[in-house]
């Protein structure tokens, strides 16, 4: 059973740039939440999807969105690119919104902005 | 804010012992509590939940659970150098934020042989 899947796995970008980033959930998942990793923040939510909706979102700017698709793969866009949003992006998938069997995390996308 | 409050750590036991790792969290009304293990490098990966009062096992690992206390437990038995990753505590969210995991700043812990 393949698991949840990201690409790119590493970026490089510039400030100013915009990036999109991708996540292909467990075949039959419907939730798909991001994450956002920092040595300085530790893991902290950005937003969750559910069937094509978004159920929740973290305290990011609006630069921070995203979006789900009908077969539930979900991606998501950083505009306006700063130094601080370099970050290892992961994105967790369940089969339900608050999933009593958790959620498993893809790989990440490693983004570095310089 | 909701907070996760883990034994900062760096926690480091010899081959054999018993690891025990800690989490506090603010939020009463929580209702399921994740662990998750992310070695150096790679990205979360889950090793127990419990929803219940108590203890799960599942093999060398033992999740207790207090939630008069907000407060919950890992406790990894027979440690060995494999072990040796970060932890991360994760009650779920509730509501409104019923999608969401509030994680901990993780506890590193090294298993030396």
């Known amino acids: 059973k393949a698991g949840v899947t990201q690409t790119p796995r590493y970026l490089i970008k510039t400030r100013g740039q915009q990036v999109t980033l991708s996540c292909s959930p467990i075949?039959?998942?419907?939730?798909v939440s991001w994450y956002q990793q920092t040595p300085g923040q530790g893991l902290q939510f950005l937003f969750e999807?559910?069937?094509?909706?978004?159920?929740n979102k973290g305290n990011f700017p609006g630069r921070f969105s995203g979006r789900q698709f009908s077969n539930s793969r979900s991606e998501m866009n950083v505009s306006t690119l700063e130094l601080g949003d370099s970050a290892l992006y992961l994105c967790?998938?369940?089969?339900?919104?608050?999933?009593?069997?958790?959620?498993?995390f893809g790989s990440g996308t490693r983004l570095t902005v310089v | 804010q909701k907070e996760v409050e883990q034994n900062s750590g760096p926690l480091s036991v010899p081959e054999g012992a018993i690891a025990s790792l800690n989490c506090t969290y603010s939020?009463?009304?929580?209702?399921?509590f994740f662990w998750y293990r992310q070695y150096s490098g790679k990205s979360p990966e889950l090793i127990m939940s419990?929803?219940?009062?108590g203890d799960k096992e599942d093999g060398r690992f033992t999740a207790q659970l207090n939630k008069a206390s907000q407060y919950v437990s890992l406790l990894i038995r027979d440690s060995q150098p494999s072990d040796s990753a970060t932890y991360l505590c994760?009650?779920?969210?509730?509501?409104?934020?019923?999608?969401?995991?509030?994680f901990g700043r993780g506890t590193q812990l090294t298993v030396w042989p």
């Open positions: 967790a998938s369940s089969l339900e919104i608050g999933a009593s069997n958790g959620y498993t």
């Open positions: 419990i929803y219940s009062n």
């Open positions: 999807y559910f069937s094509e909706t978004q159920r």
């Open positions: 994760a009650p779920g969210g509730r509501g409104s934020t019923l999608g969401r995991l509030y």
């Open positions: 939020d009463r009304g929580s209702q399921s």
């Open positions: 075949s039959g998942h419907r939730s």
